[in-house]
């Protein structure tokens, strides 16, 4: 699978899933644009993906902000052109009883779960279908919490089951121009956003953070956390030419804790 000359623009490129996505894509030569809020971590992480031997484009970008999405997207196109590949990856996960659970967090979940998700894809579609680009690609995070509530994770699992239908209505639309949508649901992997979940959602249920990750683990068939490159090679695969035929669906990959 060579992405070699191929753009590809990965959004909460700032680390985990998305960043392991970005080395995936720089090995195979891809232009790799790292989209986050992070500035920081995204320069050091454009630093890496030139060491792999990609070229990169690192753009701060608040993905809760359609303009500023349009603005990053305007950028992408004035310094690669065309657009293969939209790696919908940023996300944040805001636990809270229901009782307690505030105006602020559910916004902030919903607007970059979600809409952020929504409007990057679309801009990326705008950009395949002004270029003429052949089988373009736009691949999305959803969750396992998208389909199976989880407790205190209201705006969590209401913004994962959203791009589950999201994706669904973007494959229809897009289809006869030859782009193909799909989604992935992780269950927990192993990045720095499930440990600060670990110690969140642990409050609720009366553990320490140790506690609640054994019992998380212990509910897992294969009785392990993932790993970021072992969902970030779902979605390579489905970025590729060899996921042509792929269109509209979610995939889990939640070592056996979701199947459906």
């Known amino acids: 699978m060579s992405f070699k000359g191929k ?3 990965v959004s909460g490129a700032g680390g985990g899933i998305a960043f392991a996505l970005c080395e995936q894509y720089a090995k195979d030569g891809a232009n790799v644009v790292l989209l986050d809020v992070n500035e920081e971590a995204i320069r050091k992480n454009a630093e890496k993906v030139e ?8 753009l701060k970008t608040d993905l809760t902000s359609v ?29 809270n009883d229901i009782l307690e659970y505030d105006e602020k967090d559910w916004d902030l979940s919903l607007d970059l779960n979600l809409k952020g998700a929504f409007f990057l ?29 989880e407790p205190g994770g209201h705006a969590y699992g209401a913004s994962k089951a959203g791009v589950r239908m999201m994706t669904q209505t973007m494959a229809l639309d897009l289809a006869k121009y030859g782009i193909c949508c799909t989604a992935i649901a992780p269950g927990c992997t192993n990045t720095e956003m499930i440990r600060a ?11 320490t ?13 294969l009785g392990r956390l993932a790993e ?33």
């Open 7 to 9: 753009t590809c623009v």
């Open 51 to 58: 060491a792999l031997g990609g070229k990169a484009l690192a």
């Open 67 to 95: 303009s500023e999405i349009k603005a990053a997207m305007e950028e992408v196109e004035k310094t690669f052109g065309a657009v293969n590949v939209i790696a919908n990856c940023a996300g944040i996960s805001l636990y």
């Open 121 to 149: 894809a679309q801009e990326g579609a705008k950009n395949m279908v002004r270029n003429d680009v052949k089988h373009g690609k736009i691949v999305s995070i959803s969750s396992q919490a998208g389909v199976v509530g």
């Open 197 to 207: 979940y670990f110690k969140r959602a642990c409050v609720l249920e009366g553990m």
């Open 209 to 221: 953070p140790e506690e609640f990750e054994k019992m998380r683990t212990d509910e897992i068939p």
């Open 228 to 260: 970021p490159e072992e969902i970030a090679n779902l979605m390579y695969f489905l970025s590729s030419d060899k996921a042509n035929y792929i269109t509209g669906c979610t995939i889990d990959i939640t070592g056996g804790v979701v199947n459906v």
